[in-house]
């Protein structure tokens, strides 16, 4: 009698507890309370697609720039600020977001979205921080001539052996 009693119980509270434990690992749905850059009223599928954006763009994970909960460190506190690597991001979402609209003049689509012809993959590539220079060479950029004395030609001789 007693198991039976027991066995009924045990089954819906361990389902209780895998649905709990599912929804700890994600987000919370509830609307994001510390937008600067995006649209405050920005949905939750994508607010999430913008972050999955980021996370393959610099090849990070969600801690790269949102810290973990003080309470519960298993979780993210996603709408804190301190991690300088979340205000860094919200500099370069202004920054591509003018190299589309100034330079690129991508303009928008259909629904008034701005149109990103480039994105924050198209400089990060996969990488934490973009390279700079072409692998083999040290090519000039768009920065002008060097500066004199820092002329191409031969070394200077070597100083005369006494
Ligand atoms: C490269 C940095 C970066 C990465 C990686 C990143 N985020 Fe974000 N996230 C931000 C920035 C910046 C904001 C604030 C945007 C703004 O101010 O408009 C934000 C905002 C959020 C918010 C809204 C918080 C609130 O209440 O205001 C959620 C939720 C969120 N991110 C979830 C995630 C998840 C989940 C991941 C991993 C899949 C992730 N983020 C990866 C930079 C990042
Ligand atoms: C025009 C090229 C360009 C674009 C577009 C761009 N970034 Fe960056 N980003 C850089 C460069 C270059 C650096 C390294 C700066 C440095 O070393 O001081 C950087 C650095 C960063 C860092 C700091 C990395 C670290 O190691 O601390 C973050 C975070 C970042 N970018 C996020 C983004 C996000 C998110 C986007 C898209 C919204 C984006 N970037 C788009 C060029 C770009």
Do not use: W
């Not at 804190?80 to 860094?88: A, I």
């Not at 589309?100 to 921080?129: L, P, R």
Request: aromatic share 4%.
């Amino acid at each position: 009698m007693v198991m039976k009693f027991k066995k009924s119980l045990v089954v819906p509270l361990s389902l209780i507890l895998a649905v709990s434990l599912c929804s700890l690992s994600l987000p919370p749905e509830e609307k994001a309370k510390n937008l600067k850059v995006l649209p405050k009223n920005i949905s939750h599928e994508e607010l999430m697609q913008t972050m999955h954006l980021f996370n393959k763009s610099l090849g990070v994970k969600c801690d790269f720039c949102h810290a973990h909960s003080k309470d519960d460190p298993k979780k993210l506190d996603f709408a804190s600020d301190v991690l300088e690597e979340k205000e860094t991001a919200r500099d370069m979402m202004k920054l591509t977001m003018r190299i589309n609209k100034k330079y690129f003049k991508s303009g928008k689509d259909e629904s008034g979205k701005q149109i990103m012809t480039v994105t924050c993959y198209t400089c990060h590539n996969g990488q934490k921080e973009p390279v700079a220079t072409p692998p083999g060479g040290n090519e000039k950029g768009p920065q002008g001539p060097p500066p004199p004395g820092a002329h191409d030609g031969p070394p200077p001789p070597p100083p005369a052996n006494h």
